[in-house]
């Protein structure tokens, strides 16, 4: 070996190393804020632009005394329309709705929960307000001093940019330095922030989601409180499980349970589908007027265990037949939840049979929705399925 190879060759390791190094925190801060889907509350399906102070503290408030909170909803999130304008020195202020976001931040830490914000990479938000661009390292270390805990940023206004870019190349690499930016600024603020992308699935995001140190990434556009844009966004999540993990998760929009357009079996649905994509749960409702139905269809720990398991494994299709739908997520503990779902609006007879699912020898089966054990089987199970609803088993 020459001496000027062999100094070549520790150049190489030492840019290797520093490599390693300095991508390290990225992928650390993403492990450790969302081991598993993140749980909470969202103030945006409900409440839309009249989110204030007093409604973020009364629904932090009932996020604790539903028993939310103690089934793993932690994330209190302000959504658009709480900003205000810049002072001189371009810091972001709040608007009269939320006259002191430190005080709510630490109210919202005194009852074991976390607090939430929005912005946008563009200069306006969705909705018209303040966003971050050209104040992103202002921006974050912002939100860190008031103890923010989550970040979900909203494409949104930058898409003025991204329309004047010569080409579709060019106005993807705005959209992923602007994402890029703002994950800097939040790692640079030293605070752990959860960062929730939003730009609706544009560009395949769940294959360069992780990249920009996203933890979340919303899949689809926004979801709204009727049976058929949650079912054509849930079914919709095919083929996207093997970009889901620890850290990063494919996010198809907020929980609409609650809100009242749906169904009971049909938020049954929406809450099941979810679980099995390992999706993020935030609920989207009013919690202060919640009746006790759809606190036991948002709490139930069953339910809740199949998202949060920790083998992070998002699940998928196993199989169509017309309306019939069979689902499957593999579980740390060798077993799987799996979701029979009836797309149709009356009831069917459907047929799981356990083998397609990889279960060779006798399986032991449990109703999770009716916390109901049926024993063992051998054969194919026969069940009928409620109109647009779900049978929603463990099976090991
Ligand atoms: C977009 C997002 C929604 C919500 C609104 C707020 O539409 O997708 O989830 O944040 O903006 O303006």
């Not at 632009?49 to 909170?69: C, E, F």
């Not at 993990?245 to 609409?256: A, Q, S, V």
């Not at 049979?353 to 026969?382: C, H, N, S």
């Amino acid at each position: 070996m020459t001496h000027r190879f062999r100094s070549n060759l520790v150049i190489a390791a030492i840019i290797c190393a520093a490599f390693v190094v300095l991508q390290l925190p990225r992928y650390a801060m993403a492990q450790s804020a969302a081991p598993t889907p993140p749980m909470g509350w969202n103030s945006w399906n409900h409440f839309h632009r009249t989110i204030d102070d007093k409604t973020v503290r009364a629904q932090a408030d009932a996020m604790v005394s539903s028993g939310m909170r103690d089934a793993g909803y932690i994330y209190v999130n302000i959504d658009d329309t709480w900003e205000g304008e810049r002072d001189a020195q371009g810091n972001i202020q709040t608007n009269s709705k939320f006259p002191d976001m430190k005080a709510l931040a630490d109210y919202v830490h005194g009852k074991g929960l976390k607090l939430g914000i929005y912005s946008s990479p563009g200069a306006k938000t969705c909705a018209g307000f303040e966003g971050s661009l050209g104040h992103e390292d202002q921006d974050a270390a912002t939100y860190a001093s008031w103890g923010i805990d989550y970040l979900k940023y909203d494409l949104c206004g930058l898409r003025t940019e991204m329309k004047a870019a010569p080409t579709p190349e060019a106005a993807h690499k705005i959209m992923v330095d602007a994402y890029v930016k703002m994950h800097n600024a939040l790692v640079k603020t030293g605070r752990p922030i959860l960062y929730s992308l939003c730009q609706y699935g544009n560009d395949a995001v769940w294959r360069w989601g992780t990249e920009v140190g996203g933890n979340t990434w919303r899949t689809t556009g926004d979801i709204n409180d009727h049976y058929a844009r949650m079912e054509e966004i849930g079914f919709g999540q095919a083929g996207l499980a093997k970009f889901a993990g620890p850290g990063h998760w494919n996010d198809p929009d907020m929980l609409e349970v609650g809100n009242g357009g749906m169904t009971t079996e049909e938020y049954r649905m929406h809450m099941s589908l979810w679980a099995i994509l390992a999706a993020p749960l935030l609920a989207g409702n009013d919690l202060t007027t919640m009746t006790p139905e759809t606190i036991s269809l948002l709490t139930n720990h069953e339910v809740i265990a199949v998202d949060q398991d920790r083998l992070g494994q998002q699940g998928d299709r196993v199989s169509a037949e017309g309306p019939i739908e069979i689902w499957a997520k593999p579980l740390a503990d060798g077993s799987k939840a799996v979701g029979v779902f009836n797309r149709h609006p009356t009831a069917i007879s459907a047929t799981v049979d356990f083998k397609p699912l990889g279960f060779r020898k006798p399986v032991q089966v449990r109703d999770i929705w009716q916390a109901k054990d049926l024993g063992k089987m051998q054969e194919p199970y026969t069940v009928l399925v409620p109109p647009h609803g779900v049978v929603f088993l463990r099976v090991k």
